[in-house]
């Protein structure tokens, strides 16, 4: 028999174990917002309130940790209170260092908070040197340059502590974000238990209007029996004499006047039965609408978290990152209480994470560079979150730094053959700074682990547009930048239009309807080759629905000389479709198509209708792309060709560990293309004298000549100068990527970040 005392134990524990999670998330919360303050070196009186807070709640975090038995966090959160006991006291001072050591403590603590049951446990050999780092500090004893504590507890490579601990804060970021538990209030919970004990009511109903309609069923059944019985009985002889006809005559009639009356008085009961259960249909159908949209709204409010959940770990993202680049920025966060469905968060979390690491690596100047310009020393990031329109929130993200370089963009996106040079030319600088939006436009000088693949604000505008928003920006060079993000509240119902186009039916959802109306064929005019229709005065362009959505239009049963429009904008675009018929306005149900149809051209999902049949809906921006014969750069990135004209392209790779070697040869072979290796900057550079190669792919740490030299050598050869170069590093200092960009590397790929497709993505966009 199974231990019932050890499984009861097991569950508690469990269950202990899970409110534990939420409750150390919220000191971390706490102490992590209290740390960046407390950075940016306020008032004493205002650090010393710091200070006591920081210090009460790692207080109460140790004491929650020791209840679940978890050693190596009451373990830190001990030496933590030690350090700052000295601080309240007087006895320690304020410094970078032990700032660094507070903020790879909580790093450290939130690893152990993450790991499920079954999952391996952290290193002890972190944790060793965290605590290790820590009794130094309390000792007032500094560890030697090249061992301090920052540097160990992030990485265990040797790397700068502000680079690396910029990727493992996103990472773990990322990582632990959502639970799987969420907190609802009492009275949340108490609204959604008295729904439904209202719905047993409704339930306890549709079961007796299930008994009747049998009933009445069965009556029917009965009634044709009886018909039929009767028929036979009543239908006349024809062998019969006429003596014998008149009786059966009068045997018939009384017969079929029994059958009669019991057929009147049987339709009788079935009428006042129906009568009564519509009524009682129509009655508990109200309820049953009440009860519904309360217990939908209810849930829904239940499913909603305050942006201040997705947003509270930004502020140290944002300092990690700067600090990183040697750059100095603050955060500011205004609207983040407004309450948003779960889902989005969820869905847009990784999109506003690339936006505000955009802010600092393309926008935020170095000190330097801000005050010779005339700007405060710390730049600013700004983000707004605002409701409009009574179900949609609108989502600001500014920074105050250089801007975006329109010419720049405008050449990203010729030379990516986006547009060509004379479309380019003719472009307002509005239309040319949404190219950002596309696949493959960047302006960053060398792509690394976070830019210059010109993927991440295409993927923004993908997730935004896949929610059923928006995103648009704005600039001023060497001024600011803003992105602007439109989001509905909630993901599970919204309006649509329904319209029928080549006999199927699609949802457009409402949001994006400028109006509906009737257009005679007449008024259908040419413009500069495009089809257009008057509205207000003005030309629109005008496109057949069917033909966008590339279906067969069936031949209409009426010739009719009018034809139903549908105006729709997006992206600051207006398009109006033209349709079969335009059903109706309905509240629908959505439905996701599951992730191997996630990507369908021109449908973002699916609603339910009341008849229970499925309908695609429409997405909004997908089509009128298709419309206007605009690539979507939504769609995602295609897939890796290393052949051009039936030629495989060729790589020189450089690398002295012949692991390493192998890896990267096997992996480029299997993608299609040519290798050659070397063993080190010379024997590369005797490769390049002798053959020709499409691109050259090299670590930097090598023997006899490494990356850098390698790359300062092929860029200073006129013959081979225009060859692309990636390097391929350990080394993840911000000094050592300034160095791969000065002497001319292409692109700088941190082994710690290394994967294939990376690499493959990075190689097809250099050749």
Known sequence: MPDTKNTKESEFRKRLLSTFKIEAREHLKTI????????????????????????????????????????EIESICQSIEGLFSGLKRGEAALSQELLDLFYSAIELINSIVAIEPGQPGIEKNRLLKLLEGIAALERKELLPEDKKTAHILTNNRSAAPSAVSADTKELSFRQTYFSDTIRISTSKLGKLLLQAEEMLTVKLASNQHLENLKDITARIQFLRNEFTKAYLELMPSRNADVRDRRQIHNTQSAKL????????????????????????????????????????????QAMMLPFSSLLESFPILIRDISHSQGKEADLIIHGDSIEVDRRILEEMKDALIHLVRNSVDHGIERPEVRLVNGKPRRGVININITPVEGNKIELIISDDGCGVDISRVKDAAVRNSIISMSEAEAMTDQEALHLIFHSGVSTSPIITDISGRGLGLAIVREKAEKLGGSVSAETCLNGWTRFRIILPLTVATFRGVLVRAADQLFIIPTTNVERTLRVRKNDIITVENKETIPLNGSPVSFASLDKTLELNPKKALMPSDSVFVVVLSAADKKIAFGTDEIVNEQEVLVKSIGKQLSRVRNISGAAILGSGKPVPILNVNDLIRSAIKMPSSASMPAPVIAEADGEKKSVLVAEDSITSRMLLKNILESAGYTVKTAVDGIDAITALKTEKFDIVISDVEMPRMDGFDLTARIRSDKHISEVPIVLVTALETREDREKGINVGANAYIVKSDFNQSNLLEVIKRLI
């Open 257 to 300: 006047q029994d059958f009669f009356n019991s057929t009147l008085n049987n339709i009788k009961s079935i009428e006042n039965t129906l009568f009564a259960l519509s009524k009682s249909s129509r009655i508990h159908n109200k309820s049953l609408d009440r009860m519904v949209d309360g217990l939908l709204d209810d849930t829904k």
């Open 32 to 71: 992590s917002a209290g740390l960046v303050e407390l950075e940016k070196a306020p008032s004493a009186e205002a650090q010393r309130e710091l200070v006591e807070t920081i210090y009460r709640a790692t207080h109460s975090l140790k004491g929650a940790s020791r209840a679940v038995s978890l050693s």
